[in-house]
């Protein structure tokens, strides 16, 4: 199964302010410089683009995530979705 990495990095970098060559799996969310509501947007997107759901609540939560965390928790939530009920 291929890892959704790509498209949540893009997805990352297309709403940050200040130009970005490479997003560090071990960056935390929180200092991206995204506001409340990019976060949620974001969070709405990667959402819709998956068809899941994400468990966390985007305001608040976000500030213990890191890139790689957030790429895990949609990898899971993939693989999760795929297996038989």
């Keep these: 199964m291929a890892s959704s990495a790509h498209d949540i990095v893009?997805?990352?970098k297309s709403r940050i302010t200040f130009a970005r060559d490479?997003?560090?799996?071990?960056?935390?969310?929180?200092?991206?410089?995204l506001d409340?509501?990019?976060v949620v947007s974001l969070t709405f997107d990667?959402?819709?683009k998956?068809?899941?759901?994400?468990?966390?609540n985007a305001?608040?939560?976000?500030?213990?995530?890191t890139v790689g965390?957030?790429?895990s928790t949609v990898d899971a939530l993939i693989a999760?979705?795929?297996q038989p009920a």
């Design 10 to 12: 893009e997805m990352i």
């Design 22 to 33: 490479a997003l560090e799996l071990s960056e935390p969310l929180d200092t991206l410089g």
């Design 36 to 38: 409340s509501m990019e």
């Design 46 to 48: 990667i959402e819709e």
């Design 50 to 56: 998956f068809n899941i759901t994400i468990p966390f």
């Design 59 to 65: 305001n608040t939560d976000i500030q213990s995530k």
């Design 69 to 71: 965390d957030l790429i």
């Design 80 to 82: 999760a979705k795929a």
